[in-house]
């Protein structure tokens, strides 16, 4: 296993992790998610399709990390979590909730790596 390999594995399953994460928070109405959605003017009813967009971005990256599946798979679960969380972030910003936007830029930036290193490798 080359260095891109190692962390490739390394960074799908954070960035994998990370969202199965996030998305059970969404689903099961978490006060913290419930708080920042009303904050940043996300109405609840999108929380379960945004958690369902994570779940599938993280089971892409997931299944990507298989040799019979393609590396495209993992390209297109990463930039979908990509654009996903550069949307988090355009409406913290359009709310001008900036005390918190370190949530959304790490997912940002782990889907951001995801994508890099699949490409790469």
């Known amino acids: 296993m080359t260095g891109t390999q190692f962390a490739l594995l390394v960074v799908t399953?954070?960035?994998?992790?990370?969202?199965?994460?996030?998305?059970?928070?969404?689903?099961?109405g978490a006060r913290f998610v419930l708080a920042?959605?009303?904050?940043?003017?996300?109405?609840?009813?999108?929380?379960?399709?945004?958690?369902?967009?994570?779940?599938?971005?993280?089971?892409?990256?997931?299944?990507?990390?298989?040799?019979?599946?393609?590396?495209?798979?993992?390209?297109?679960?990463?930039?979908?979590?990509?654009?996903?969380?550069?949307?988090?972030?355009a409406f913290h910003l359009r709310a001008r909730v900036l005390y918190n936007l370190a949530f959304p830029g790490f997912y940002f930036a782990t889907a951001v790596a995801s994508l890099a290193l699949t490409v790469a490798s």
């Open 36 to 89: 920042n959605s009303e904050e940043v003017g996300v109405p609840r009813s999108w929380l379960p399709w945004l958690a369902a967009l994570k779940l599938a971005g993280a089971a892409g990256l997931l299944l990507s990390l298989f040799d019979a599946a393609p590396r495209l798979l993992g390209a297109a679960a990463a930039c979908g979590l990509v654009l996903l969380y550069l949307g988090a972030l």
């Open 13 to 28: 399953l954070l960035t994998a992790t990370a969202n199965v994460g996030i998305a059970a928070a969404d689903l099961a």
